[in-house]
């Protein structure tokens, strides 16, 4: 099994940035991709990007584009997300998970950090 840690939440004001980090341990060698989903207060929970262990492709939703970049230090197993001109609607609680195995749904995850753009 995989175990998921989160960390670098806290409150950004708006415009600002923050770098989210996941650490990796147990079975990584099982992990096939990463990702990060956000829960907004109120609303289901959203994916808003993933990362292949192996190749590094990345894919994110249309409302992150050009504003978050997920990227992976494999030797570390670290995965990161760093958000960059962060607006109030990302406020939520950011949580990664990982697919192993090849399975096709995510299958580990963490307990998640608590993000909030607010001035």
């Known amino acids: 099994q995989v175990q998921l840690v989160e960390s670098g939440g806290g409150l950004v004001q708006p415009g600002g940035s923050l770098r989210l980090s996941c650490a990796a341990s147990g079975s990584t060698s099982s992990v096939t991709t990463m990702g990060w989903f956000r829960r907004a207060p109120g609303k289901d929970r959203e994916f808003v990007g993933s990362i292949t262990w192996n190749s590094g492709y990345t894919y994110y939703v249309d409302s992150v584009k050009g504003r978050f970049t997920i990227s992976k230090d494999s030797a570390k197993n670290m995965v990161y997300l760093q958000m960059n001109s962060l607006k109030a609607e990302d406020t939520a609680i950011y949580y990664c998970?990982?697919?192993?195995?090849?399975?096709?749904?995510?299958?580990?995850w963490g307990q998640g950090t608590q993000v909030t753009v607010s001035s």
């Open positions: 998970a990982a697919k192993t195995n090849y399975g096709a749904k995510y299958d580990a």
